[in-house]
């Protein structure tokens, strides 16, 4: 199991990025959660068997078609989640 923290930069606010991590997410199987962080990046944090956090990762680098992602900070993160959620605070 491999947990993760993800602050994703650039135009991902807005773009419909969070909804599309979870689908992602869902679809590869990662628990988590994400959300919008007040200085206009989205933060997550993610946890999975390995590849399928670096699928997500990798996934996380381009985003959803009208995002525009300048860089990921990641590091590692504790905690035990169920299932992925898109949280609003």
């Known amino acids: 199991m491999r947990t993760q923290r993800l602050r994703v930069h650039g135009r991902v606010q807005g ?8 689908l ?9 959660w994400v959300r919008n962080a007040p200085d206009g990046t989205v ?20 985003g ?10 990641i590091d590692e993160a504790q905690g035990r989640y169920n299932g992925f959620v898109k949280r609003t605070d």
């Open 43 to 62: 933060e997550a944090v993610i946890q999975g068997a390995p590849e399928a956090v670096e699928a997500l990762i990798e996934w996380a680098r381009q």
């Open 15 to 22: 773009v419909w990025f969070r909804e599309s991590m979870r």
């Open 64 to 73: 959803p078609p009208l995002a525009r992602v300048e860089r990921i900070e």
């Open 24 to 32: 992602e997410a869902e679809r590869l199987e990662v628990a988590g």
